[in-house]
């Protein structure tokens, strides 16, 4: 089983809001990402969990918060997002951190208005 | 810098082979993969090949690695209107000594025709 799973599938939030993004995976992988994806555009990362601690930080603004609660969960917090962070949220996680295959989940489709 | 490239559109008739080529800059990449997204859908991978092959086959796909020409191909035989979807090549860069974090071409949209 390879599956890494997002909720929701859809968020419409509006510029004052605060919401999260959920990130499962149960195959025992200790290194989770985030990635943003804008249309027609490859995905960008934005954070790195190793070992439920935060690695790699891509300079992404505080308006996104990244928690780890455990090695199988990954959330993103969201406030007081601006129209253009409207994009797709790609979750991946790999048995190893910054090695080997990276597993996605089928993302978050954000609009923010 | 890293930078991994592709062309950007294929279009192929269902029955065909495609093929879609992906150059990238990082010869120290451990692996280097081929991920399919859907419309709206999150990335599958599809394969990956260890950077000691030269070869890789998977049912309908083919892999082929040019470490000196730093050249990856992804040939799907028999392909099928269900291929139809985007296709990212992707390197491993590398992120302060260590290798994995990936960096991906811009993707090759695959249209089949029937």
């Known amino acids: 089983d390879t599956e890494v799973t997002q909720t929701p599938k859809h968020l419409v939030m509006g510029m004052t809001n605060k919401k999260s993004l959920k990130c499962e995976q149960h195959m025992g992988h200790r290194a989770m990402y985030w990635y943003k994806q804008k249309a027609k555009k490859p995905p960008e990362l934005m954070f790195v969990?190793?070992?439920?601690?935060?690695?790699i930080n891509e300079s992404v603004p505080s308006r996104f918060s990244p928690e780890c609660p455990n090695s199988s969960l990954l959330n993103l917090h969201l406030h007081a997002l601006q129209p253009e962070d409207s994009a797709l949220y790609l979750c991946?996680?790999?048995?190893?951190?910054?090695?080997?295959?990276?597993?996605f989940g089928a993302g978050t489709r954000l609009s923010v208005l | 810098g890293e930078d991994v490239e592709q062309s950007l559109f294929l279009s192929v008739r269902e029955g065909d082979s495609s093929v879609i080529n992906c150059t990238y800059t990082?010869?120290?990449?451990?692996?280097l993969y081929w991920y399919k997204q859907e419309p709206g859908a999150g990335l599958q991978l599809l394969t990956y090949?260890?950077?000691?092959?030269d070869m890789k086959q998977d049912q309908r796909l083919t892999v082929l690695l040019n470490k000196k020409d730093k050249h990856l191909s992804l040939r799907i035989a028999d392909t099928q209107t269900g291929d139809s979807a985007i296709y990212f090549c992707?390197?491993?860069?590398?992120?302060?000594?260590?290798?994995?974090?990936?960096?991906f071409g811009k993707g090759t949209k695959l249209s089949v025709k029937p």
């Open positions: 990082d010869s120290s990449s451990t692996y």
């Open positions: 090949i260890f950077s000691n092959m």
């Open positions: 991946a996680s790999s048995q190893v951190p910054l090695a080997g295959v990276q597993y």
């Open positions: 969990y190793s070992y439920e601690k935060l690695s």
């Open positions: 992707a390197e491993e860069g590398n992120y302060g000594g260590s290798q994995g974090n990936l960096i």
